[in-house]
């Protein structure tokens, strides 16, 4: 089993991660996405009905949460990783 925090935090520190709702829609309609994650009171049904043709994980905790296990001084409802760096984060 993965931290999800560390698989995150070396995402966002080595790759490159996209955060929100309108970011996150965007970057998988373009194809760029290789996985998503959604907290659990994510407002997008887009993003939670599952059926968007990329990898989606669902964490376990609302937006407020997400975004502070991002290391961010918001809430994050998704979040689109583009290029996942060092982090073994594809595999959740």
Known sequence: MIDIGKALKAA????HVEF????????VRSGKALMVIV??????????SGDVGVKIHVYNGNNMELGALCGKPFSVSALAVINKGTSNILTL
């Open 20 to 27: 929100g709702v309108d970011q996150t829609e965007r970057a």
């Open 39 to 48: 907290s659990k009171n994510c407002p997008s049904e887009k993003l939670t």
């Open 12 to 15: 966002i520190t080595t790759g």
